[in-house]
């Protein structure tokens, strides 16, 4: 087909049909509170159960990526509530600036697919267990592939063995082997002309962060007014070593490196902290919901609207089988969590109740 040609044979502009795999199970029942990227509660876990239909054997399928540390998910945002979408969303750690839907991760697009990097935990059967979740319980999973640095970074280089490039830190915060510089960028960030040493022997990279105004990714797809924002940055990933070519430079703006909202200081009242101990007899399961609830209100779950809205106002979510009532302070920057309530009990299996679709009430 020549270069511009614009219509695709045989593929109906409107009518692409795509069959999910499977669906994922996660703590989080709504959209409300559910982290907005993987990395945000990294050892949250969730498990990928793919339907038998797919495949008569679908255990077969999965056969090699338990070779894998890392895969993508591609998921279908199923609890979209509008299928109005708009060329401009205002992402809420943009602060209520508007930006192109394609220059984000929102939500809130034309084909809704999302697509998450996870860490692969384990593979049993027909299901994958994984951690770092950013989908509602039982979002539908389009396809996951395995995560291949070598062909999903740019900065791809060759190493000297060939297979072994620098453990460093991925996304999700976990340490990975065979990973390299320019996904460990994230969270190695500073102030203008700022030269970052990501601190491995072998390759001696380093990062070059030239960041103007600070802003942050995470969207949640929101149409509010508010003035659009100029920043730029660039983060050019450099290396000593002859075998990186001028294309391996990356590029993000500033608002994913230097949000202009700062994360939040999350506190316990004695009460909440004494709830979430009785809980914790019942369950044996608090301290990862805990450090969770941390995870999700220091990066602010509020959308633009719910923050400039309502202000200092109380919140509450559904996290695992708990019921979590806090209250922000938008003077200080900090949020308080005052109740913590059973949303039901686990499962002997170890699930919320209300995920549970083996086990359900029995148990
Ligand atoms: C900002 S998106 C990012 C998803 C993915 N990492 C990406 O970049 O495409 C994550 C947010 O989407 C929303 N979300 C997650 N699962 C969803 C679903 N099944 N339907 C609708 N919204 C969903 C939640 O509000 C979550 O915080």
Redesign the pocket.
């Known amino acids: 087909m020549p270069i511009g040609d614009t219509t695709l044979p045989n593929v109906p502009e409107e009518t692409i049909l795509l069959r999910p795999i499977g669906l994922v199970s996660t703590w989080?029942p709504e959209?409300?509170a559910?982290?907005?990227?993987?990395g945000i509660c990294a050892s949250s876990q969730g498990k990928l159960t793919l339907y038998n239909s797919v495949f008569t054997n679908p255990e077969h399928a999965l056969e090699g990526l338990e070779c894998f540390s890392h895969m993508w998910i591609l998921?279908?945002?199923?609890?979209?509530d509008s299928t109005h979408v708009r060329a401009k969303v205002s992402p809420p750690r943009l602060n209520g600036a508007r930006t192109g839907v394609f220059g984000t991760?929102?939500?809130h697009r034309p084909s809704?697919?999302?697509?998450?990097?996870v860490s692969i935990d384990k593979i049993d059967g027909a299901t994958v267990y994984f951690s770092g979740v950013?989908?509602?319980d039982?979002?539908?999973v389009i396809d996951i592939k395995p995560f291949i640095p070598q062909y999903d970074n740019p900065v791809h280089y060759e190493s000297p063995d060939s297979t072994t490039v620098p453990s460093s830190r991925l996304m999700d915060g976990r340490e990975a082997e065979n990973e390299t510089p320019a996904s460990a960028s994230a969270g190695h960030t500073d102030s203008v002309g700022t030269v970052l040493s990501l601190g491995n022997s072998m390759d001696r990279s380093s990062l070059r962060v030239e960041s103007r105004i600070g802003e942050r990714e995470?969207?949640?797809?929101e149409e509010e007014i508010s003035s659009p924002s100029t920043a730029t940055a660039s983060i050019s990933v450099q290396s000593e070593r002859t075998s990186v070519s001028p294309s391996t430079q990356v590029r993000v703006p500033s608002w994913i490196t230097q949000p202009p909202v700062s994360k939040l200081s999350v506190t316990f009242t004695d009460r909440a902290k004494a709830q979430l101990e009785e809980i914790s007899c019942i369950s044996g399961t608090v301290e990862s919901p805990l450090v969770s609830i941390k995870n999700v209100l220091q990066e602010d779950?509020r959308s633009v609207y719910l923050r400039e809205r309502w202000g200092n106002q109380f919140y509450t979510f559904l996290i695992c089988n708990l019921h979590v009532s806090c209250k922000f302070n938008d003077c200080d920057h900090t949020v308080a969590v005052f109740q913590v309530k059973s949303a039901g009990k686990l499962c002997e299996c170890g699930q919320p109740e209300w995920q549970c679709s083996v086990h359900g009430t029995s148990c």
């Open positions: 989080f959209k409300r559910t982290p907005r990227q993987p998921f279908y945002f199923h609890k979209n991760r929102s939500p809704p697919i999302g697509l998450s990097l950013d989908m509602v039982g979002t539908p995470a969207p949640d797809g779950p």
